[in-house]
C-alpha cells in the first residue's frame, strides 16, 4: 500500500487523534475505569481494541491500529482494563500483586461492549492483540452480548507456562486447593512474559488454567466467524502454534516475516488485513 510521508501522517493523526473523546465508566468491581473512543461512520461496524498482558490501550501495536481504524472511519474503542486498579493509566509490573482475574476482566469487557452498543447500535467486532485477544476469547465462551458479530485474534497466545504438562497439571491441582481453601495468599509463578508474577492462587488458576488445548477447543465451539493474525516469525509461540490454529474453524491470515507485536514495516500489513476482515460485517 502507499505510505504517506512521515510529517503528514503525523499531521493527520493528531487531527483524529484531537477528535477522540476519553471515556470513563464505572466497572461491575466498582472501580472506574478508562478507554479512548472515536465515533465514525454509522454504516461500519464499531470496533472494540483490547490490548495485552498488564499493558494499556496506550500500548504501540493497540494505539496505531486504532489510528488506522479511525482515519478508514470507523467507530473505535479501545478500554484499558482496570485489573483491580482504579482509573489505570499505566502498565503494571510483574512484581506488583495482581489479584485481578480473566473473570473478572470479562466482566469489563462486557460493560464495555454494552456501552458501545448504546453509542453505536449494530454489528460489533472485538479485536484483540497477544494474551488481549485470549482474553476475548475467554469473554465470547461466556455469555457474551448478541451484537458481537467477529473476534479478530492478532498474535493470540495461551498463558505461556514454560512447566512441562505434568507440572502445569500439578500446579494448577495445589491452586485449585487452596481456593477452595479461601488462601488468599500470594504466590510467584511464570505467566507469559512475566518470570514472576506476584498473585493469589485465583489470579494464577485463572491464566493457568488456559491450555493451549483449552484455546483450540474453545474455538470450536464459538458460533461467529473468527480470523487469527499471525506473524511467521513470532518468537513467543509453543512449537507449532500456529499451525494447530490453522487447523480449527477459524481464518488464519499469516503476515510473513513479522514478529509479535507486528511492528516495522509489518504494522502496515496488520491494518490492512484488519480492515479487509471487518468488511462485510
Not at 504517506?4 to 465508566?25: D, N, R, T
Not at 499493558?55 to 483491580?84: C, K
Not at 492483540?129 to 476469547?137: A, F, K, M, T, V
Not at 486447593?177 to 492462587?201: E, I, M, N, W, Y
Request: aromatic letters at 6%; glycine letters at 8%; one cysteine or more.
Amino acid at each position: 500500500m502507499n505510505k504517506l510521508p512521515g510529517a503528514i501522517a503525523l499531521f493527520l493523526a493528531c487531527i483524529v487523534s484531537a477528535q477522540a473523546e476519553k471515556i470513563e465508566l464505572v466497572m461491575p468491581n466498582k472501580l472506574m475505569a478508562r478507554a479512548e473512543f472515536h465515533q465514525g461512520s454509522r454504516e461500519k461496524p464499531a470496533v472494540l481494541l483490547l490490548h495485552g498482558f498488564l499493558q494499556t490501550h496506550e500500548f504501540p501495536t493497540i494505539f496505531q491500529l486504532m489510528e488506522s481504524l479511525r482515519g478508514a472511519g470507523f467507530t473505535v474503542l479501545a478500554p484499558t482494563l482496570s485489573l483491580n486498579v482504579p482509573a489505570r493509566r499505566q502498565s503494571l509490573a510483574c512484581e506488583a500483586i495482581h489479584t485481578h482475574s480473566i473473570e473478572g476482566n470479562s466482566r469489563e469487557i462486557d460493560a464495555w461492549v454494552k456501552w458501545l452498543g448504546r453509542k453505536q447500535p449494530g454489528g460489533i467486532a472485538l479485536v484483540g492483540h497477544s494474551i488481549g485477544s485470549l482474553q476475548l476469547l475467554a469473554y465470547l465462551g461466556g455469555n457474551p452480548d448478541p451484537a458481537v458479530r467477529k473476534l479478530i485474534a492478532v498474535s493470540i497466545i495461551e498463558s505461556q507456562s514454560p512447566l512441562t504438562q505434568k507440572q502445569r497439571s500439578r500446579l494448577v491441582a495445589d491452586l485449585l486447593t487452596r481456593v477452595r481453601q479461601g488462601d488468599g495468599s500470594p504466590l510467584v509463578q511464570p505467566v507469559s512474559f512475566c518470570k514472576k508474577l506476584h498473585a493469589p492462587p485465583a489470579t494464577l488458576l485463572s491464566y493457568l488454567e488456559w491450555t493451549p488445548d483449552r484455546v483450540l477447543k474453545r474455538i470450536e465451539h464459538l458460533n461467529l466467524p473468527v480470523t487469527f493474525v499471525m506473524g511467521s516469525r513470532d518468537d513467543r509461540l509453543g512449537r507449532g502454534w500456529i499451525e494447530k490454529l490453522g487447523q480449527t474453524r477459524a481464518r488464519l491470515r499469516v503476515v510473513e516475516g513479522a514478529n509479535h507485536f507486528m511492528d516495522g514495516e509489518h504494522e502496515f500489513d496488520l491494518h490492512d488485513l484488519v480492515q479487509q476482515e471487518l468488511q462485510g460485517l
